[in-house]
């Protein structure tokens, strides 16, 4: 059950039964507010539009609203009013998903009412949007103190501006990353560099899991959880990567946090040669205090066409890498989010290396891509929020990766695990 902001007196309200609902009427605590709203069910297409307005004007700064709760006009109170829930929940959604630009996503939890009769009451959560402001036939909603209004457009050019803030920070984030390679002066591989965190988390945010003796059991169960995930799996049809997360196995303190990496990366991040073979294929997890994750991938490409020495074969890229890997890691950061009870957004990046001139692994086709990647390094960004870890990985994927995809001419191929369908 996610919490509920009612007031400064009851910031983190959660209401699981009937009775918690109708305390709340009794008590005088339900007030429409900049974060929440009470209303009836729509049950028709004018409503659905209404509904579409409301739930974007919450997208802006977050909110919550309650079915269920209708308003007295005459005396100014609320009461219950349960509402038929079978395929209540979907029909919110639908909206959510189809009438708003951009798609919103949304989360949902149903009371039943004490009668048991089939109706209740949907909690609807609307997370702060990172890709807000959104619009509604052509027209972008703010809520203001206690409703929606339309928005000017001084104030959607300020949206889009502290967005494009964010994403400067995550990239200094990315670039830092990148610049801190551990095995920059290491081979001829291109290199992956994903980046993940929290925008409102506290600085201790992960300290129950980097802060706690058995943290290294912690983040490989994590990690376990993240293999184990069935509808992942098929999304990427059940395709795997070497190295993958299993193989950053050997833990280390690190300032500030914790990681796991395969044996020939050190725990001051210096690589040491071991002449085994597959010694370059390095990967590595950090997790910080602050909740900020890490994921470095030292074989994004390899030699095709080895001859032995001096004949390394031409540096092909591994795009189906990119995509394994960022699905796992949007699905790493949903679970440490679970974990610490952290439920709001995050800034996301992925990056890569040493890409100039290499074109697509296309295994054993006769008819290898000739697409080559005209620019050095790849560097893209973007915020997701919970709800989307939860239901839609695949649109951030798609959001983080299309664009070097389609320069590889590749995208059509991962339709899949880029989209959210069941």
């Known amino acids: 059950m996610t919490s509920i902001y009612l007031s400064p007196d009851n910031p983190r309200w959660m209401p699981r039964t009937e009775a918690d609902l109708q305390a709340a009427v009794d008590g005088g605590l339900f007030e429409e507010t900049h974060h929440l709203d009470l209303k009836k069910a729509p049950s028709s297409k004018g409503d659905n539009k209404e509904l579409a307005r409301d739930l974007s004007s919450f997208a802006v700064d977050g909110g919550t609203m309650i079915i269920g709760v209708q308003e007295n006009k005459e005396s100014r109170t609320f009461e219950l009013a349960a509402q ?70 001084a104030e959607v050019v300020a949206l889009h501006a502290r967005r494009r803030n964010a994403e400067a920070d995550t990239l200094a984030l990315l670039l830092k990353e990148m610049d801190e390679d551990p095995l920059r002066d290491v081979g001829a591989q291109s290199h992956l ?19 706690a003796q058995d943290w290294n059991m912690r983040l490989h169960t994590l990690i376990r959880g993240v293999q184990e995930n069935q509808s992942l799996r098929a999304a990427l049809a059940n395709q795997g990567f070497d190295p993958d997360l ?15 990496s395969s044996s020939s990366l050190k725990s001051d991040r210096t690589y ?38 001096g004949n390394e074969g031409e540096q092909q890229l591994f795009d189906t890498a990119a995509v394994i890997l960022t699905r796992h890691m949007l699905e790493l950061t ?46 893209e960004t973007t915020g997701a929020t919970l709800a989307e870890l939860r239901d839609a990985p695949g649109t951030v994927t798609y959001r983080l990766l299309g664009p070097l995809l389609r320069s590889l001419d590749s995208e059509g191929l991962f339709s899949k695990a880029l989209t959210d369908e069941a």
């Open 84 to 153: 038929p829930l079978n395929g209540l929940p979907e029909r919110i959604e639908q909206v959510a998903r189809t009438i708003p630009d951009p798609p919103l996503t949304i989360l949902t939890e149903e009371i039943s009412a004490a009668a048991d009769d089939g109706t209740g009451y949907l909690i609807v959560h609307i997370p702060a949007s990172p890709v807000a402001p959104h619009m509604v036939d052509n027209r972008y909603f703010g809520r203001g103190d206690k409703t929606k209004y339309q928005m000017g457009d």
């Open 193 to 211: 560099f994903l980046v993940a965190q929290p925008t409102a988390g506290r600085r201790d945010m992960c300290l129950p899991i980097t802060g």
């Open 334 to 379: 949903r679970l440490v989010s679970d974990e610490v009870g952290y439920h709001g957004n995050w800034s996301v990046a992925v990056g890569a290396n040493r890409l100039r001139g290499r074109r697509r692994y296309s295994g054993q086709s006769h008819w290898p891509s000739n697409h080559r990647y005209s620019a050095d390094t790849y560097e």
């Open 246 to 260: 299993s193989q950053a196995h050997q833990g280390h303190r690190r300032a500030r946090g914790v990681a796991l």
């Open 272 to 309: 040491v040669a071991d002449g085994s073979w597959g010694e370059e294929h390095v990967i590595e997890v950090q997790l910080f205090e602050d909740g900020g994750l890490r994921l470095f991938m030292a074989r994004l490409s390899d030699g095709v066409g080895h001859q032995g020495p």
